[in-house]
């Protein structure tokens, strides 16, 4: 059974920094595909960043390119999002997402519906 399991939220000042993690587990950890969502209250989830496990192959959402970075550890199947420069429209519940995936060219899809395990979430609030 795949299990996501995120960690690393919290709250911050405008212009401060969080680093996300998301651990995987329950199947070959060198074929999915994985990303970073959030989710304000009111607004529909938006997927922010995402990466083959394979490739390390990425892509940005437009609103965090430049700001945040996602990487992986495939010896521990954990990813991470350095999240910098953090804003207080940053403020949302982050969702960790990942598809069984033997792809590893191009970018990998944003969109959440491309996605189908779910972490839990974690929390991050930006104050001004």
């Known amino acids: 059974q795949v299990q996501l399991v995120e960690s690393g939220g919290g709250s911050v000042q405008a212009g401060g920094s969080l680093r996300l993690s998301c651990t995987f587990s329950g199947y070959t950890y060198m074929h999915v595909r994985m990303g970073w969502f959030r989710q304000a209250p009111g607004k529909e989830r938006e997927g922010i960043a995402a990466?083959?496990?394979?490739?390390?192959?990425?892509d940005y959402a437009d609103s965090v390119k430049g700001r945040f970075t996602i990487s992986r550890d495939n010896y521990k199947n954990t990813i991470y999002l350095q999240m910098n420069m953090l804003q207080p429209e940053d403020t949302a519940m982050y969702y960790c997402g990942a598809r069984l995936s033997v792809q590893t060219i191009g970018p990998p899809p944003l969109h959440p519906s491309r996605y189908n395990y779910w972490g839990r979430g974690t929390q991050v609030t930006v104050s001004s």
């Open positions: 990466i083959y496990s394979g490739s390390g192959n990425t």
